[in-house]
C-alpha cells in the first residue's frame, strides 16, 4: 500500500491550491487521513487530519482558510487551499493509519512530500 500525492505548486499569497492523496494497493480500512507539512528550517506539523467517521481536525493558523475533504469509497483525501499566505510555505506530507488486506495490525503510512510555495 502506498500513499499517492499529487497537486500543489507555486502561487502568490491570497491564490489558492488544492493537494489530494489517495491509498492505493491493497486496503482493507482506513482510519485516520490527512497531511503534515514542513516548513523550511521547522520541524513538522499536522496540518488537517480526518478520521473515518468524519471528524476533522485542522491546524489553528490554517482554520478558515483551509479544508479538507475525505472520501472513504476511494482512500482518498483532498486539502484544499485558500488565501495562502508565504508562511504555509512548505513540503506537504500525506500520512494515514491503515490496515492492509491480510494484514495484522494497523499501520502509519506516509506519502511522498508534495512542494507548496506562496509568494509575497
Known amino acids: 500500500v502506498q500513499l499517492q500525492a499529487s497537486g500543489g505548486g507555486s502561487v502568490q499569497a491570497g491564490g489558492s491550491l488544492k493537494i489530494s492523496c489517495a491509498a492505493v494497493?491493497?486496503?482493507?480500512?482506513?482510519?485516520?487521513m490527512g497531511w503534515y507539512r514542513q516548513r523550511p528550517g521547522k520541524g513538522r506539523e499536522r496540518v488537517a487530519m480526518?478520521?473515518?467517521?468524519?471528524?476533522?481536525d485542522l491546524l489553528d493558523s490554517v482554520r478558515g482558510r483551509f479544508t479538507l475533504s475525505r472520501d472513504n469509497a476511494r482512500n482518498t483525501v483532498e486539502l484544499m487551499m485558500d488565501t495562502l499566505k508565504p508562511e504555509d510555505t512548505a513540503v506537504y506530507y500525506c500520512?494515514?493509519?491503515?490496515?492492509?488486506?491480510?494484514?495484522?495490525?494497523?499501520?502509519?503510512?506516509w506519502g511522498q512530500g508534495t512542494q507548496v510555495t506562496v509568494s509575497s
Open positions: 494497493g491493497s486496503v482493507l480500512a482506513v482510519h485516520t
Open positions: 480526518s478520521t473515518h467517521d468524519g471528524q476533522i
Open positions: 500520512n494515514s493509519n491503515l490496515r492492509q488486506n491480510g494484514g495484522s495490525h494497523w499501520e502509519n503510512i
